[in-house]
């Protein structure tokens, strides 16, 4: 296909999303007459979807609270790209997660007279990278805490965060399994799995149903969830509502608005 890169992308594009496997600052599209304005964008693409809406929503709501915290406190994150694509290499080792250790850089602010190179990259657990490690690399979560009690984070929100957080690291320290752990102990102990690599149709069946039955509420599983327990769904009071393109009449936005206004200041 000939494009012309004066005008066209996509073969900046390529190049691009081979090279940055973790996070990618992506330029704004072509724009098209008449569709809506697609500004510069931070793609972080190392994120795998999970079994659960609780898991899903902890590792989400963790890359968002880390991109507020080195906005909020002008943290540099930045290492060569040749330690990221060896720590990508790492991170596809087995338990990676809590055996593997990663490049991460060592001051993520600027240090102390005397305290070293300021662009220094040193490994680190994942663990280490979440809790900390030693006296100058505070940690992530920490940080994300300190973020929360700096604005004032109400204490329903405050603990949901945490919920989260615990989920994360308790992964990291090997308290709970990760979701490829977990899957392979069910295929372990199969009695049908000759620990030959071969995941027959039975076993692949069972692993499906028991992730179905986790996802709905139907099974506890702590080795995976700790001690969350998913919410089992509910049908009886589902009902068809589809999507209208009405706009909302004024008075509509401004009772609601009231409303919401008045539940907030009712929790606080």
């Given at each position: 296909?000939?494009?012309?890169?004066?005008?066209?992308?996509?073969?900046?594009?390529?190049?691009?999303?081979?090279?940055?496997?973790?996070?990618?600052?992506?330029?704004?599209?072509?724009?098209?007459?008449?569709?809506?304005?697609?500004?510069?964008?931070?793609?972080?693409r190392s994120m795998?979807?999970?079994?659960?809406?609780?898991?899903?929503?902890?590792?989400?709501?963790?890359?968002?609270?880390?991109?507020?915290?080195?906005?909020?406190?002008?943290?540099?994150?930045?290492?060569?790209?040749?330690?990221?694509?060896?720590?990508?290499?790492?991170?596809?080792?087995?338990?990676?997660?809590?055996?593997?250790?990663?490049?991460?850089?060592?001051?993520?602010?600027?240090?102390?007279?005397?305290?070293?190179?300021?662009?220094?990259?040193?490994?680190?657990?994942?663990?280490?990278?979440?809790?900390?490690?030693?006296?100058?690399?505070?940690g992530l979560i920490?940080?994300?805490?300190?973020?929360?009690?700096?604005?004032?984070?109400?204490?329903?929100?405050?603990?949901?965060?945490?919920?989260?957080?615990?989920?994360?690291?308790?992964?990291?320290?090997?308290?709970?399994?990760?979701?490829?752990?977990?899957?392979?102990?069910?295929?372990?102990?199969?009695?049908?799995?000759?620990?030959?690599?071969?995941?027959?149709?039975?076993?692949?069946?069972?692993?499906?149903?028991?992730?179905?039955?986790?996802?709905e509420g139907k099974?506890?599983?702590?080795?995976?969830?700790?001690?969350?327990?998913?919410?089992?769904?509910?049908?009886?009071?589902?009902?068809?509502?589809?999507?209208?393109?009405?706009?909302?009449?004024?008075?509509?936005?401004?009772?609601?608005?009231?409303?919401?206004?008045?539940?907030?200041?009712?929790?606080?």
């Amino acid at each position: 296909v000939e494009l012309d890169d004066e005008v066209e992308t996509d073969h900046f594009e390529n190049l691009q999303s081979t090279n940055w496997q973790t996070v990618r600052w992506k330029p704004p599209p072509k724009s098209k007459p008449g569709a809506p304005h697609v500004g510069w964008r931070v793609e972080f693409r190392s994120m795998e979807v999970q079994l659960t809406d609780f898991e899903n929503a902890a590792f989400t709501v963790f890359v968002v609270l880390v991109s507020r915290v080195i906005l909020a406190f002008d943290l540099n994150l930045y290492i060569p790209l040749s330690k990221v694509d060896e720590n990508m290499r790492r991170a596809h080792a087995r338990n990676a997660a809590v055996e593997g250790t990663f490049f991460f850089r060592k001051h993520m602010a600027p240090p102390g007279r005397g305290a070293g190179d300021a662009d220094a990259c040193e490994e680190m657990s994942a663990l280490e990278i979440l809790d900390g490690k030693s006296d100058y690399f505070p940690g992530l979560i920490p940080l994300i805490f300190a973020y929360l009690e700096s604005i004032n984070c109400d204490s329903d929100t405050y603990e949901q965060m945490r919920a989260y957080l615990d989920l994360i690291r308790k992964r990291a320290s090997g308290e709970i399994q990760t979701a490829a752990q977990w899957m392979r102990s069910l295929i372990y102990k199969h009695p049908e799995y000759k620990h030959d690599s071969v995941v027959p149709e039975g076993i692949a069946h069972d692993l499906l149903k028991t992730i179905a039955e986790v996802a709905e509420g139907k099974r506890h599983e702590p080795r995976l969830l700790g001690e969350h327990r998913v919410a089992p769904l509910r049908t009886d009071n589902a009902w068809y509502v589809p999507l209208k393109d009405e706009r909302i009449r004024s008075e509509q936005r401004e009772a609601l608005l009231a409303a919401y206004s008045h539940r907030l200041f009712r929790r606080r």
